[in-house]
């Protein structure tokens, strides 16, 4: 006999519980390495991309000051640095310094560790499935 659906009230309590515990794991590591959320973000951002300024504001959903003051204090700890946008010599794109790509690197691999618990008390074609449901709610979010 085929289980019913969670209802969305259901399945939407089991994302938002999901979510605080990853954002608990993020912001402790955050903390760990001298990091705000916001900071984590624009950093996970640019690991493989180098967007505008307007780009990455508008991705964050923050203000062009605010994105700028951010932007600031990566670049005084080394983190990013700025250049002229090769097609448009007026719009300026962000990108990781290999100090950032470091910092990236080991905050990527911390949180790998810190999540596997969760991750590794599901079979391997389970976490296939979470992955690909995952990706796949997120690019509906983008239409």
């Known amino acids: 006999m085929e289980q019913a659906p969670p209802s969305n009230e259901e399945l939407a309590d089991a994302l938002v519980v999901s979510s605080f515990v990853t954002m608990a794991v993020i912001n402790k590591i955050g903390a760990e390495n001298d990091l705000s959320l916001s900071m984590i973000r624009v950093l996970g951002i640019l690991w493989d991309?180098?967007?505008?300024?307007?780009?990455?504001?508008?991705?964050?959903?923050?203000?062009?000051?605010?994105?700028?003051?951010?932007?600031?204090?990566?670049?005084?700890?080394?983190?990013?640095?700025?250049?002229?946008?090769?097609?448009?010599?007026?719009?300026?794109?962000?990108?990781?310094?290999?100090?950032?790509?470091?910092?990236?690197?080991?905050?990527?691999?911390?949180?790998?560790?810190?999540?596997?618990?969760?991750?590794?008390?599901?079979s391997a074609p389970d976490q296939q499935l979470l992955q690909e449901l995952l990706l796949r709610m997120l690019e509906s979010r983008k239409g």
Do not use: C, W
């Open 49 to 122: 991309r180098r967007p505008r300024m307007a780009e990455l504001a508008k991705y964050l959903g923050l203000e062009k000051q605010t994105m700028s003051g951010l932007i600031a204090r990566a670049e005084k700890r080394g983190l990013v640095a700025r250049a002229p946008n090769k097609e448009d010599g007026r719009a300026t794109d962000v990108f990781l310094t290999s100090d950032g790509v470091e910092l990236v690197k080991r905050v990527r691999a911390q949180a790998q560790q810190a999540l596997a618990p969760i991750i590794e008390g599901l």
